[in-house]
């Protein structure tokens, strides 16, 4: 009785083991890239230090229309994001530039003035990651 229970629990192991599981493609592996993995801005800055508090994360998609150039601002906490469309430049007060194609990440600047304009002929979206603190600024308008 017992050999009999092992073999059916080994068959059954075996089976499954060499079954793909139901609803996945056995053709495609799951993949994970880096886009960016940085102690520092794309401006090379060092990031700042998390805030104290309930940490509270706020992921926007941004859309922004063909020749719009964004009101001068800067960010409060540590963000970054994804351009998923479009290109985008980003400015700083000081003068330093970023472009942006569709694919690009970027680690965004903190604490430091700065506006982005598409200077594309579509919209250009984004989706960005902001590492804040409960009830406190993500974005601050000059």
């Known amino acids: 009785m017992k050999l009999k229970f092992y073999f059916l629990l080994f068959c059954l192991v075996f089976a499954f083991s060499t079954t ?37 994360v706020t992921i926007l998609r941004i859309r922004i229309p063909a020749g719009t150039t964004l009101p001068l601002h800067t960010h409060p906490v540590i963000n970054a994001g994804v351009l998923i469309s479009g290109e985008l430049t980003v400015t700083t007060q000081t003068g330093k530039i970023l472009q942006l194609k569709a694919g690009d990440p970027i680690v965004e ?3 430091t003035w700065h506006s982005g304009k598409n200077q594309g002929s579509g919209p250009a979206d984004i989706i960005v990651f902001y590492a804040g603190t409960k009830d406190a600024p993500i974005t601050l308008k000059q």
């Not at 493609?25 to 309930?54: F, M, N």
């Open 20 to 56: 793909p599981a139901l609803g996945t493609d056995t053709q495609e592996k799951v993949t994970a890239t880096i886009l960016a993995k940085s102690t520092h801005s794309w401006d090379g800055t060092p990031l700042i230090p998390y805030p104290q508090g309930q940490p509270e």
């Open 109 to 111: 600047v903190v604490d």
